[in-house]
C-alpha cells in the first residue's frame, strides 16, 4: 500500500538559508499535518491543511510558510534557518477515520 | 487546553516478560481518541493501538493491549511476551475530535528497553 512520502529525507542548511520540505500524502487522503520534533521531544504540531485551505496552527515560527497543491502535496517553506530549527519534521495525512498516518519524516540540520 | 502526560521518561523490561507503559490526559471533551504509537531508532512513527473514547472495551493489538479508565483520564499500554524489537520511544497521543482539524496531542514519550 502506497504511504506519505517525504523529501528530502535529509538536509543540511546554513544558518539564515531556506529550506523547503516537500510531503506527498497517501492518494485519496485531503488533510495534511506538520510536526516538528525536536532531539529527545515528542512531535509538536505546527501547521494543517484541508482541501488544499489550512486548517489549524500551532507553533509555528513566522519565518515558516507551508500551503497545499492542487495534487494535494504540501510543501513546508523555512527562511532564516537557526540553529533551534535542527529537528526531524513529520507530514502526515488523513482521510475519513481519525488515524493519521505518518511519513519517514525528513531529518533538518542547521549548522 | 488539552494535555497528555506520560511520568515514565525510561523503563526496561526483561524479554518474555509483561511491561506497563502509563499515560493520563486532561479533557473536558467526551468524544475523543487516543492513540500510542511506537518510534524505533530509525524515528518512523508506527501506529500501535488505538482506542475510541465511546467505546468501554479496552482496545487488544496481538501483545499489546490497554487499559482505559475514562473517568480516571488514564490510558495504559501493556506490552506480553516484550521482544527485544519493542524497543522504542512510545508516545500516547490524543485527538480532539471536537477541533475539526483532528491534530495529534503527544505525550513527552516513555523510552523502553528490553533486555535480553
Known amino acids: 500500500a502506497a504511504g506519505v512520502i517525504q523529501s528530502p529525507r535529509h538536509l543540511i542548511k546554513e544558518k539564515r538559508e531556506t529550506a523547503t520540505l516537500k510531503c506527498y500524502p497517501i492518494p485519496r487522503h485531503d488533510t495534511v499535518y506538520w510536526y516538528q520534533q525536536g532531539p529527545g521531544q515528542d512531535p509538536q504540531f505546527l501547521i494543517s491543511f484541508y482541501e488544499k485551505m489550512q486548517s489549524d496552527k500551532g507553533s509555528i515560527p513566522d519565518r515558516f510558510s507551508a500551503q497545499q497543491f492542487s495534487d494535494y502535496h504540501s510543501e513546508l517553506n523555512m527562511s532564516s534557518l537557526e540553529l533551534g530549527d535542527s529537528a526531524l519534521y513529520f507530514c502526515?495525512?488523513?482521510?475519513?477515520?481519525?488515524?493519521?498516518?505518518f511519513g519517514p519524516g525528513t531529518r533538518l540540520t542547521v549548522l | 487546553a488539552q494535555t497528555v502526560t506520560q511520568s515514565q521518561p525510561e523503563m526496561s523490561v526483561q524479554e518474555a516478560e509483561t511491561v506497563t507503559l502509563s499515560c493520563t490526559y486532561d479533557?473536558?471533551?467526551?468524544?475523543?481518541?487516543l492513540f500510542w504509537y511506537k518510534q524505533p531508532p530509525s524515528r518512523q512513527m508506527i501506529l500501535v493501538i488505538r482506542?475510541?473514547?465511546?467505546?468501554?472495551q479496552n482496545a487488544t493489538e496481538n501483545r499489546f493491549s490497554v487499559n482505559f479508565q475514562k473517568a480516571a483520564k488514564s490510558f495504559s499500554l501493556k506490552i506480553s511476551d516484550s521482544q527485544l524489537g519493542d524497543t522504542a520511544m512510545y508516545f500516547c497521543?490524543?485527538?480532539?475530535?471536537?477541533?475539526?482539524?483532528?491534530?495529534?496531542?503527544f505525550g513527552t514519550g516513555t523510552r523502553l528497553k528490553v533486555l535480553a
Open positions: 482506542q475510541e473514547a465511546y467505546k468501554q
Open positions: 479533557t473536558s471533551e467526551s468524544n475523543y481518541y
Open positions: 497521543a490524543f485527538i480532539d475530535t471536537t477541533s475539526g482539524t483532528y491534530k495529534y496531542i
Open positions: 502526515a495525512s488523513r482521510r475519513g477515520n481519525n488515524e493519521q498516518f
